[in-house]
């Protein structure tokens, strides 16, 4: 068996999400449908960096599956992405070592979420953005998300039912943008990992700061406490991308 990794970016809107699901429609899914035409009728397992949640997009995801003969990288990109739906694009397929796993495999993750700041929301940007359709002091996010650098126990910007034990994670980058021609905030965060629902916590809870309705220092109390009670609302999933994840060598 040759083992292939791909980076795949996709539409989330119309997703429920990632990984499969009954009755349900998700990328892993369709993949593994087209893999399935590729490889004469033989199933083909995929497996994905990252579990995205329904309407949730990604410009970098990266998948790896094994096929019982060589293929010519370009050909098979081409094919994979000329026959997945038109809201899966495959960028870019090589081959990898036996070994190489896409979610195990030492890495980091890099998220961006965008927040639509208009009254009226744009209602073109309304599947790839968050409507906060609330008064935000972009000075006070910005010393706010400096708070979630480093290595914290994130327990309290966890969604419950959660299987993961070690809620340990480290934020080395955690930072906020606006565009001035959209009026867009943009959030990025880059990390080792990061937990179920994390990122949109985090976001909810520092437009929830901005608006003057929690102090800054919020961030430390919900870092020491672990109290997911503290931390504002989850904010919705079609602000949110996974950009880019990067390997260690």
């Avoid at 397992?45 to 410009?59: I, L, M, S, W």
């Avoid at 880059?190 to 220092?217: A, E, H, W």
């Avoid at 109390?221 to 504002?232: K, Y």
Wanted: no cysteine.
């Amino acid at each position: 068996m040759i083992r292939y990794k791909a980076i795949i970016s996709y539409d989330g809107t119309n997703f429920s999400g990632f990984q499969r699901q009954p009755q349900m429609r998700t990328v892993q899914e369709e993949i593994e449908k087209t893999l399935l035409r590729l490889n004469s009728g033989q199933v083909v397992k995929v497996h994905g960096a990252g579990r995205t949640d329904a309407g949730v997009h990604a410009y970098g995801q990266v998948i790896h599956f094994d096929l019982p003969q060589q293929r010519d990288l370009e050909k098979l990109r081409f094919g994979l992405d000329t026959q997945t739906p038109d809201d899966i694009d495959v960028i870019q397929v090589e081959q990898v070592a036996d070994d190489f796993h896409a979610r195990y495999q030492k890495h980091r993750k890099t998220y961006e979420f965008l927040v639509d700041l208009g009254r009226p929301k744009n209602p073109l940007m309304r599947h790839y953005a968050t409507h906060f359709p609330y008064k935000v002091d972009f000075s006070v996010v910005k010393a706010a998300i400096k708070k979630l650098r480093g290595t914290h126990d994130f327990t309290g910007f966890t969604a419950s039912g959660t299987s993961v034990e070690n809620k340990v994670r480290t934020i080395s980058r955690a930072t906020v943008e606006k565009d001035d021609k959209t009026g867009f905030l943009i959030f990025t965060f880059t990390g080792s990992g990061f937990l179920y629902k994390q990122v949109r916590n985090m976001v909810g809870t520092l437009l929830k700061i901005g608006n003057g309705r929690m102090p800054i220092d919020q961030i430390d109390r919900i870092l020491e406490s672990g109290d997911r009670s503290l931390a504002g609302p989850t904010a919705a999933g079609n602000g949110l991308y996974l950009k880019e994840i990067i390997y260690d060598d």
